[in-house]
């Protein structure tokens, strides 16, 4: 089942702008990953945000988490037409735990596709 | 560079044939994760191993099967019993408390 789910499904935006990514998930996290996909290609990681933190910057990025609303949000600041991708979310699931770390799985929503105008 | 690679890029599958994804790692990587992505879709997981000789069933394990001898390997066999495979699929590892990192993936399709 997919736990996470983006919000909108596709935006489309003028390079320059500003692009917000929302998304939402049904039961308690860990951690919560944006990922970013090129067309055809693999996904590659851009942040991860855990579950006793409130925002995180990186770059042009900008992710908020909100854990009593079960949301997040991705916004990409000063678009440009390289930032056109698909965006997901992902929530994890614990799988073993100790001193030297966790192993986990992911659930990814079906993502948000961005596309950027020159 | 470290990384990982999927091959092949393109992978045409007959009727009743099964067919074998490589997936190979450098990054030293204990956890690795076989997705497969339909159209328009998010990531579903088939199987994923989080140490050598050890494989858990995914969300989606029916027609698909996997081996874990080495650290470096995780390759996923597409077996007959497969009956909607057209997909593409996407290997991924991670270290402990690390992202996952995503190979290129292969695009399988029915001939």
Same mark, same amino acid.
């Given at each position: &089942?997919?736990?996470? %789910?983006? @919000?909108?499904?596709?935006?489309?935006?003028?390079?320059?702008?500003?692009?917000?990514?929302?998304?939402?998930?049904? #039961? &308690?996290?860990?951690?919560?990953?944006?990922?970013?996909?090129?067309?055809?290609?693999?996904?590659?990681?851009?942040?991860?945000?855990?579950?006793?933190?409130? %925002?995180?910057?990186?770059?042009?990025?900008?992710?908020?988490?909100?854990?009593?609303?079960?949301?997040? &949000?991705?916004?990409?600041?000063?678009?440009?037409?390289? @930032? !056109?991708?698909?965006?997901?979310?992902? #929530? @994890?699931? #614990?799988? !073993?735990?100790?001193?030297?770390?966790?192993?986990?799985?992911? #659930?990814?929503?079906?993502? !948000?596709?961005? !596309?950027?105008?020159? | 560079?470290?990384?990982? /690679? *999927?091959?092949?890029?393109? +992978?045409? =599958?007959?009727?009743?044939?099964?067919? /074998?994804?490589?997936?190979?790692?450098? +990054?030293?990587?204990?956890?690795?994760?076989?997705? =497969? *992505?339909?159209?328009?879709?998010?990531?579903?997981?088939?199987?994923?191993?989080?140490?050598?000789?050890?494989?858990?069933?995914?969300?989606?394990?029916?027609?698909?099967?996997?081996? =874990?001898?080495?650290?470096?390997?995780?390759?996923?066999?597409? /077996?007959?019993?497969?009956?909607?495979?057209?997909?593409?699929?996407?290997?991924?590892?991670?270290?402990?408390?690390?992202?996952?990192?995503?190979?290129?993936? /292969? =695009?399988?399709?029915?001939?």
């Amino acid at each position: &089942s997919q736990q996470g %789910e983006e @919000d909108p499904q596709a935006l489309s935006i003028q390079e320059g702008e500003n692009a917000t990514m929302n998304c939402s998930y049904k #039961t &308690s996290i860990n951690n919560l990953q944006w990922y970013r996909q090129n067309s055809g290609r693999g996904l590659v990681h851009l942040i991860l945000i855990r579950s006793n933190e409130r %925002e995180k910057h990186s770059g042009r990025l900008r992710v908020t988490l909100d854990t009593s609303k079960k949301s997040s &949000s991705l916004l990409i600041t000063a678009s440009r037409a390289a @930032d !056109t991708a698909s965006y997901f979310c992902a #929530t @994890d699931l #614990t799988l !073993t735990e100790n001193s030297g770390g966790s192993n986990y799985k992911l #659930t990814f929503g079906k993502g !948000t596709l961005l !596309t950027v105008n020159p | 560079d470290g990384g990982i /690679t *999927q091959s092949p890029k393109y +992978l045409f =599958r007959k009727e009743g044939q099964n067919v /074998t994804l490589s997936c190979e790692q450098n +990054l030293n990587h204990d956890a690795m994760y076989w997705y =497969r *992505q339909d159209p328009g879709q998010g990531l579903r997981l088939i199987y994923y191993s989080q140490i050598v000789n050890d494989f858990q069933k995914g969300d989606i394990a029916e027609g698909y099967s996997v081996s =874990r001898e080495k650290k470096e390997s995780f390759p996923l066999t597409v /077996t007959s019993a497969q009956k909607n495979p057209t997909a593409f699929y996407l290997c991924a590892s991670s270290s402990r408390w690390g992202p996952q990192h995503f190979g290129d993936g /292969t =695009r399988l399709s029915i001939l």
